[in-house]
């Protein structure tokens, strides 16, 4: 009989591959990319924890902390969230972060976990090299839904966002450090000159992100885990590889990459292992000072051809440049007026994805931003005070009773980093915050397992996995276009039963509201087909599809009531439908059927201004809908020709006039 630990250590092996995968699809940044791989992932943690569940008689302050941290995120779905579909994908999110530190923080082989992200990382700096080559993984990676970003002179590899892969690459270069200073003697030099060789890659790569952030930090890094590790003399090493690096990454950018690369790491290598053989006295220091004086005359030699050629002056501009860090203070101070603009905003947050849908509202000066570049100020907003100050208590908690100073060193590094950059929008990036906090609470006091605790942990994941199911089914399920008239009456009724099934899931995603649009249209197309050609009427059904319509536009508007996509494609839709309907139900008398449809548009429009005329949005969508209007009545206005369509005509005249 297979043992537990071993079906357990199996599934935590599957965990990592789902991560690498999240990792490989743009880092998990959006929603189509990582839904199904998070909703494995927690199926995964779900067996896991039915395996051990007589073991969880303890619960950690840690555990506590994270989980109401998590639950932090689902108060702001319950005030109506800026947009429902961020808030709710986010919350889902957070709370997987939760299970993924529980299985890590007592898995009885944790090394596992960091051994992976420096493994996964060195694969993304592979992938990346690549972008800035002749990018021959680029065709392969599309066929799975991945590939890079238009070129812009700087690395991002396949997370398509450089800086965070720079993050990555110190997060490994840390790790591997610190292995290499606790390697003895005894162990094969040949070891140590490869870990050498591979952060040197590292370094490269960092450097070629151009993330300013993460330059700063790969160096001081670099020195103080010499410094904590109190092997002072490893500080010449750090300077050494340093140097090495930038001159092999400008060199990248002015010849072969991949010569370059080769050469460079098999010489670097080849030093590295001379140095580690030789036995005598301080043999290494004189060595490394030969090269780096060689290195420097190599640098200076080529400054000419180099600048020539304006590589020089690229990094040099990249680096000393500021307007994207001065840019950020003007998205922090958006972001805290958005927050603090309602006591409930402030207390619990307004959902994910909150910035990118508000920050239009309180710009004061032209700029466009998806991200607050802030993951605090990101945490406040999207969750209020409450987890904000859950989410510090956390941290604070973890870094004060933690006894591995490299992890909690880690754990600093990436706070200090995402305080200034995105890190909570990218799902690959939570999750590696999560094993690291599960690292980092390997010695604690534990607390009698309490029932009401259990219960409620287990309320969460079931709801959760329930939501994330329809999401799965919502997704995946998309209705069938109907292009051909001829369809027999069974295939007519395998696209209706599709369609039924679209209607029923992921009513809270705004992103898939088209495909409740199309199953709609689609459903009722086909009931005319079937009448048409089968002389076969369900005017009940019919009913309920138009139904199902009215709903989705108003539940579209409830949700989301801010959001100014959202008003656009309302009144576009409404307009389709009303269309829609003065076509099938009117065509007796078209005259009356869009003398209906004016007059009912101009109702939801006023209606629109009345509920939502505090919205700067609503205002404009309210008179980009008139105009809408007007088009309408001057392609229809040789069929009509009424007294009550000229007043309407003279209303609409009036408040476009009111509006220029």
């Known amino acids: 009989m297979i043992k537990k630990e071993n079906i357990k250590n199996v599934l935590e092996y599957i965990l990592l591959v789902l991560l690498f995968f999240i990792g490989l699809k743009k880092g998990g940044y959006y929603k189509q990319d990582e839904l199904i791989l998070v909703y494995f992932i927690q199926i995964i943690l779900g067996i896991y924890f039915s395996l051990c569940f007589r073991n969880f008689k303890n619960i950690k302050n840690t555990d506590i902390l994270f989980f109401t941290f998590s639950l932090s995120y689902f108060l702001a779905l319950f005030f109506i969230p800026a947009t429902m579909s961020g808030a709710l994908n986010t919350s889902i999110k957070i709370y997987t972060m939760y299970l993924i530190y529980l299985i890590v923080s007592r898995s009885r082989n944790k090394e596992k976990f960091i051994n992976a992200i420096a493994i996964f990382t060195v694969i993304f700096s592979i992938i990346g090299i690549d972008e800035i080559g002749i990018r021959i993984l680029d065709k392969p990676l599309r066929l799975i839904g991945s590939g890079y970003l238009e070129y812009e002179g700087k690395i991002s590899s396949i997370l398509q966002y450089s800086n965070l892969l720079g993050l990555l690459c110190i997060i490994s270069i840390i790790y591997l450090k610190d292995k290499l200073l ?54 010449i090493y750090t300077f050494f590889e340093i140097l090495c690096a930038f001159i092999l990454s400008v060199l990248i950018l002015k010849y072969n990459v991949y010569l370059v690369i080769t050469l460079g790491l098999i010489c670097y290598f080849g030093i590295n292992y001379v140095i580690n053989k030789i036995r005598i006295k301080n043999a290494d220091i004189y060595i490394l000072g030969l090269f780096i004086i060689l290195n420097i005359v190599f640098l200076l030699c080529n400054t000419y051809i180099l600048n ?88 604070i908690f973890v870094l004060v009773k933690s006894k591995n100073d490299i992890y909690k060193f880690i754990l600093v590094i990436i706070l200090a980093f995402s305080c200034f950059d995105v890190f909570f929008t990218y799902t690959y990036m939570l999750f590696i915050l999560a094993i690291i906090i599960g690292l980092c609470s390997k010695k604690e006091c534990k607390i009698k397992m309490n029932n009401v605790y259990l219960g409620i942990n287990v309320a969460v994941y079931v709801i959760i996995l329930v939501i994330n199911t329809s999401l799965i089914i919502g997704y995946i399920v998309e209705p069938v276009k109907v292009d051909n008239l001829n369809l027999s009456l069974q295939e007519q009724q395998t696209v209706m039963n599709r369609c039924e099934t679209a209607l029923k899931f992921d009513r809270f995603d705004l992103n898939y509201i088209s495909n409740y649009n199309v199953a709609c249209k689609t459903y009722l197309e086909i009931m005319d087909i079937k009448k048409e050609l089968y002389g076969q009427d369900d005017e009940e059904k019919r009913k309920e599809v138009v139904n199902i319509i009215q709903d989705n536009i108003n539940k579209e508007l409830e949700y989301e009531k801010s959001n100014k996509y959202v008003y656009k494609d309302y009144i576009y839709y409404v307009c389709e439908y009303l269309d829609y309907m003065v076509q099938n139900d009117y065509s007796y008398d078209l005259k009356l059927g869009y003398e209906i ?23 404009q969508i309210y008179y980009d809908g008139i105009e809408m209007v007007y088009y309408e009545y001057s392609r229809v206005n040789l069929l009509i020709n009424s007294d009550k369509i000229n007043s309407i005509l003279t209303s609409i005249e009036e408040n476009i006039s009111i509006s220029l």
């Open 182 to 235: 606790k390697e003895n003697s005894n162990n094969s030099n040949v070891k140590k000159v490869l870990i050498n060789t591979i952060n040197l890659f590292l370094g490269i790569t960092l450097i070629l992100t151009q993330s300013k952030m993460a330059f700063l930090l790969y160096i001081l890094s670099s020195i103080l885990i010499c410094i904590l590790k109190k092997n002072y003399k490893y500080i």
């Open 308 to 395: 020539k050629n304006e590589i020089i002056l690229r990094f040099k501009e990249y680096f000393i440049s500021f307007d994207s860090t001065i840019s950020r203070f003007t998205y922090y101070m958006d972001a805290l007026k958005l927050s603090t603009n309602s006591i409930i905003n402030f207390l619990v947050g307004q959902g994910g994805n909150a910035f990118r849908t508000l920050y239009e509202t309180v710009q004061q000066q032209q700029y466009i931003s998806m991200e607050i570049h802030s993951s605090l100020i990101q945490i406040l907003l999207e969750s209020g005070i409450l987890g904000l100050v859950n989410f510090l208590a956390l941290i």
């Open 597 to 619: 449809y004016l007059e009912n548009l101009m109702n939801i429009l006023r209606k629109l201004k009345l509920e939502h005329g505090y919205n700067d949005y609503a205002m």
